[in-house]
Each structure stands twice: as C-alpha cells, then as structure tokens.
Nanobody, 119 residues
C-alpha cells in the first residue's frame, strides 16, 4: 500500500516561509505527476501546484512568484517552498501523486499538514 508522508507544516507570521515535503513509500514502479492541494475551512479543495516527471509545473494564480514546487525523483519526494506567506494561505495542505505500483496506477493522497499564517 502506497503512503505519502508529509512534513513541514506549522505556524508562521505573514511574510514568512515554510517548506513542505512529501515522500512516497512502498514499492513503486513510477510516479507521474505530483502536487499539492489545499483546503481552507468552508472552502473547496484547490490545486496549489503540480509538477510532471519531466519538471513541467503549474501554479494557482494567487501563489505564482511566491511558491515553488520541485521534486527529487530518486527520493520519490516532492517539495513546496512557500515564501512571503499571507493569512489567506492558511489551510490544510495535501500532497498527491499519480503512482504506478506493480498492481495498478492510481492517485494517492497524504494525510494533510496544517499551515497557519498569523501574527
């Protein structure tokens, strides 16, 4: 069973930075697109950023220029560097991966990590 384990959330003041990491565990044949979604209270889950195997990226308009997504394919890990954080970035952030195991290809999700931006 594939697990995506997230680390790096927490409380930060406006203008601060955080780096989220997400590592896939279990025997994996391939990881295709990986990315991050977020969900704030009372709002739908939204795509923050994703990255393909070849490194093509896609960002939510409101985070462009502040967030950077990257991945280390050798470590089955995706990162989200978040700079100049704003209170409206407060949400639970979820990692996801389009992953092929020896049995199937599916989307997998992390458990979520809380990011709170507040003074």
């Amino acid at each position: 069973q594939v697990q995506l384990v997230e680390t790096g959330g927490g409380l930060v003041q406006p203008g601060g930075s955080l780096r989220l990491s997400c590592t896939a565990s279990a025997p994996i044949f391939s990881i295709y697109t990986m990315g991050w979604y977020r969900q704030a209270p009372g709002k739908p889950r939204e795509l923050v950023a994703d990255i393909t195997t070849s490194g093509n990226t896609n960002y939510l308009d409101s985070v462009k220029g502040r967030f950077t997504i990257s991945r280390d394919n050798a470590k089955d890990t995706v990162y989200l560097q978040m700079n100049n954080l704003k209170p409206e970035d407060t949400a639970v952030y979820y990692c996801y991966g389009d992953i092929r195991t020896q049995w199937s290809r599916d989307d997998y999700w992390g458990q979520g990590t809380q990011v709170t931006v507040s003074s």
